[in-house]
């Protein structure tokens, strides 16, 4: 790679310009002495009408001639979402497979934590977006999310823990985590009023953890059925005594189809 074309690249990815004689890395990810190991705005389709992120830009997977083609990025391994991002389109980052009959994750292996930048003001994921990204092993959500819907993580057979708690998050849609075998932990918000059968085959999670949980939430009959037989069940904050951590593993136990074998973790 020419010296020219390893200054352009670490300049779009780093946001700084071109200083004569600094030495600059060979990968993308490296600027000057300072590592940078998050994929940058210049990689992201968005609708500069709506702010809608519709996936990546075709050069990002397919131009080996473009200076955000994805092979550039491999020392990255996190997915940074611009703070001007309202919305993440439905099906964003898969792909449907004709050849395989198979649906597949546009997003390289290298991938494996997703963010968003700081002020973000995304408030939706839209269905299918992140589908089958086994790579991915964390996700931080912005406070400014309020709804995910279906399917949208689904099968991401990585993912050990999910923390919602301080999102503005009031709607999972349905098998929003269904197949997410790794997943161990899920923390929602108080905000939350409805889940769909969100974590169908979750067969790994054993600790449901929800924030002054207030009764009000929607529950699909079988939301939490195919999760592991034996759990700690846990409300922070509770807001009286009756919405503690007994009277929330009951309702989920009732509504929810929560496994007997799950327990209060207090």
Known sequence: MNKKLIKTIASITCGLGIVGSIPFASTS???????????TQSVYDIDQTTYELKGFKDDFLNNPDSEIYQDNFKDCDTMIIPAKVTSIAINAFF???YQTQRVETTIPEF??????AKNSKCSLIGAGSFSNCSSLTSITFPSSLTYIWESAFQLCSSLTSIDLSHTNLSNIGNSVFFGCSSLTSVIFPSSLSGITNA????DNLISIIWDAWNGNTSLQS??????AEKGKIEVTNPIDDAHNSAALLDTLKLKAGLPEGWTTAN
Not at 199 to 202: G, V
């Open 111 to 116: 991938i494996t934590k997703l963010t968003f």
């Open 29 to 39: 990810c490296g600027c000057s002495s300072e590592k940078i190991n998050s994929l």
């Open 95 to 97: 792909t449907y497979n």
């Open 222 to 227: 079988d939301s939490f059925s195919t999760i």
């Open 199 to 202: 974590f169908r085959n979750c």
